[in-house]
């Protein structure tokens, strides 16, 4: 409520929203039901990549979740701090942390104090459908608060039935995990059913490297009301992590400090969700949550008086969708009113501890059929966002598209877009003290924006796949953590020219399923200040990333997954050790013939290449083995 009535202060912007709900209702009201099972059936594809881009699906070192199956993904880059689960940045095409966003549905799930903890998504992977990486234009329109892109899940159906997991490793490893799912359908209305989902994992561990021990928890449910044109989804879930690594933030630079880090971070999640298809090719859905985070951080485990807490709350709705005027013309929309605020022992000393944020979105799309198979898709509109902190900012985004579809399905695609995307500083940039202490805030921080231009190509055949994009993408002042040699990190605004190529391949065979991919990366920075030496995150990228994985099914009992990644990091001052590396990771799953539903696996992460600091100065994991068992019904 509280959020909605902050909204309502802003009466150049409701009325802007109330203007467009109110027409697209009117056009609704005059329009056929012509509602399909799914919302977004007959939408033309987007610039998302979908299907398969790596081949295993559950990690070596800890507990499954949505973030496990983003490693080794070629769209993202996970800078990792202990492992994946215990704390990953993820950066898409070269931008940092900060510049990416979690959305879950129709809402960005947004951490106002740092984007280190926008992982932190206490959900279950089985609730969710796999995820898919929004860039250029279809961020600008889907994402919120991200400048170069968002990763982005919908809320699956729910299956009846269960899984238990048993496991453990080297290290002194053990995990434990059981998920289970009851459907049943309404008496009095059969075509509607109700699904019930709960989960629970937990796992612990002495790390990989001394003083990388970790010790998770989490649970979850989740209540689904299905009917033939709606889904309704309410969640809770919780997480605790505990977790340590020397030079976690710090890196090596401060070695005289004793940065035996460790951190202490517990998030609760109760989220309502709603999609509903009323015409065809039109939809819309709805997204409302409250998120708390807190976060304990020590900065050395052996005195554990030096600490800095950090408790953050965040209330949001948000709505999108899309709503189809006639076959030729429709309305792409995304709204997400957002509240939040934080109180922290380090972080209150800027100009406010509070902020609410807005984005509206209108993109009109034009689709005309050139003959039976080839069609052309044009889209133009604008974003709106807006803060009371804030001056406001609009935005246009582009982007036109050939598509080609024959009978069985198979497809080209080329497409050309523009897009500019804006979003605002965390408050660790802007609230934290600007004299003293290790990591110095910038209260005068301005508002980041970046201008992306891109052209694309994809191939979709029956037996392979592939995807290439060349972009070109311009960030003004991006906010990045800088280091000088005067023993301190400050918060500093960079502009950044970045120009990059991706490439994904697939192919399947018989038994044999390949993915492969490859992209560059190339930065042209200025900082504006001859004293800076050193960048912790900006200048933390590879540029060339290879990656090859093969899904392997020998026959019905056993199957094997290889996952491989070669890079070649930008020369940073602050890294020591090799600027490249090859990470591995394999995983084989037994299923014996006697005992039906029953999966024997054993999985290895990192056998080579552990010196490799994925974050300058910071130390990376080693080689993890763990075995388990996992039986479903």
Do not use: C
Not at 99 to 110: D, E
Not at 551 to 556: L, P
Request: avoid cysteine.
């Amino acid at each position: 409520m509280e959020v909605l009535l902050k909204f309502m202060t802003n009466n150049n912007l409701l009325s802007l929203i109330i203007l467009t709900l109110a027409v697209n209702e009117a056009i609704a009201q005059g329009e056929p039901q012509k509602a399909t099972d799914d919302p977004q059936q007959g939408v033309l594809p987007t610039l998302t990549i979908h299907g398969q881009e790596k081949a295993n699906i559950r990690p070596a070192t800890t507990y499954e979740s949505p973030i496990s199956n983003l490693d080794f993904d070629p769209r993202v880059d996970i800078q990792s701090r202990n492992m994946a689960e215990a704390q990953g940045d993820i950066s898409i095409r070269g931008g940092i942390f900060e510049n990416t966003g979690l959305q879950v549905g129709s809402a960005t799930l947004f951490d106002p104090q740092t984007g280190h903890y926008i992982t932190e998504l206490p959900i279950a992977p089985e609730m969710l459908t796999g995820p898919r990486i929004y860039t250029g234009a279809e961020n600008a329109l889907h994402g919120f608060n991200s400048g170069v892109g968002t990763v982005h899940y919908d809320w699956s159906k729910i299956r009846q039935g269960g899984s238990v997991t048993l496991g453990g490793g080297d290290n002194n490893l053990n995990f434990q995990r059981i998920h289970s799912a009851w459907t049943q359908s309404l008496e009095k209305h059969k075509e509607w059913s109700m699904g019930y989902e709960a989960e629970y994992s937990r796992s612990e561990s002495d790390g990989t490297i001394k003083y990388s021990d970790h010790n998770f928890s989490r649970v979850t449910a989740r209540m689904q009301l299905l009917g033939p044109n709606s889904q309704t989804d309410f969640f809770a879930g919780y997480q605790s992590k505990n977790f340590g690594l020397y030079g976690m933030y710090t890196g090596d630079q401060y070695t005289a400090y004793n940065p035996y880090e460790t951190e202490n971070i517990k998030t609760r999640l109760i989220l309502l969700n709603h999609q509903q298809s009323y015409a065809e090719q039109s939809y819309w859905e709805v997204t409302a949550y409250h998120r708390r985070n807190s976060d304990h951080y020590i900065f050395n485990r052996f005195s554990p008086n030096n600490k800095f807490i950090h408790e953050t709350d965040v209330s949001s709705v948000g709505l999108s969708g899309v709503h189809s005027i006639d076959e030729q013309i429709s309305i792409n929309h995304s709204l997400q009113i957002t509240s939040d605020e934080i109180e922290s022992s380090v972080l209150e000393v800027g100009k406010f501890t509070d902020r609410t944020y807005y984005k509206l979105s209108i993109v009109p799309e034009y689709r005309r059929d050139l003959n039976k198979q080839k069609s052309l898709r044009f889209r133009a509109g604008l974003s709106y966002d807006d803060t009371n902190r804030n001056e406001s900012k609009i935005s246009p985004i582009a982007e036109i598209s050939w598509l080609t579809e024959d009978i069985k399905g198979e497809s080209d695609r080329t497409y050309i877009s523009y897009a500019e995307t804006t979003q605002v500083v965390g408050y660790g940039g802007i609230g934290g003290s600007e004299t003293s202490g290790l990591f110095r805030s910038n209260h005068d921080l301005d508002r980041e924006t970046s201008q992306n231009l891109e052209v694309g190509h994809s191939l979709n055949r029956t037996e392979w796949s592939l995807d290439s994009a060349l972009f070109y993408r311009w960030d003004d002042n991006l906010v990045d953590w800088v280091y000088s040699g005067s023993g301190a990190r400050a918060a500093e605004n960079v502009d950044i020219k970045t120009i990059g190529l991706e490439i994904i391949a697939t192919r399947y065979w018989d038994k044999l399923e390949g993915i492969a991919s490859y992209s560059y990366l190339h930065k042209n920075e200025d900082y504006g200040n001859p004293a800076v030496i050193g960048s912790f995150y900006a200048l933390n990228y590879p540029e060339h990333r290879a990656t090859l994985g093969f899904i392997f099914h020998a026959n019905e009992q056993l199957e094997i997954r290889l996952d491989n990644e070669w890079r070649e990091q930008k020369e940073n001052a602050l890294r020591s050790g090799p600027k490249d590396a090859l990470y591995s990771h394999v995983g084989i799953s037994y299923y014996p013939s006697q005992i039906e539903d029953l999966e024997v696996f054993f999985a290895l992460d990192k056998p080579w290449d552990d010196t490799f600091q994925e974050l300058p100065g910071t130390p990376g994991r080693s080689e993890q083995l763990s075995l388990g068992i996992n039986y479903r019904w």
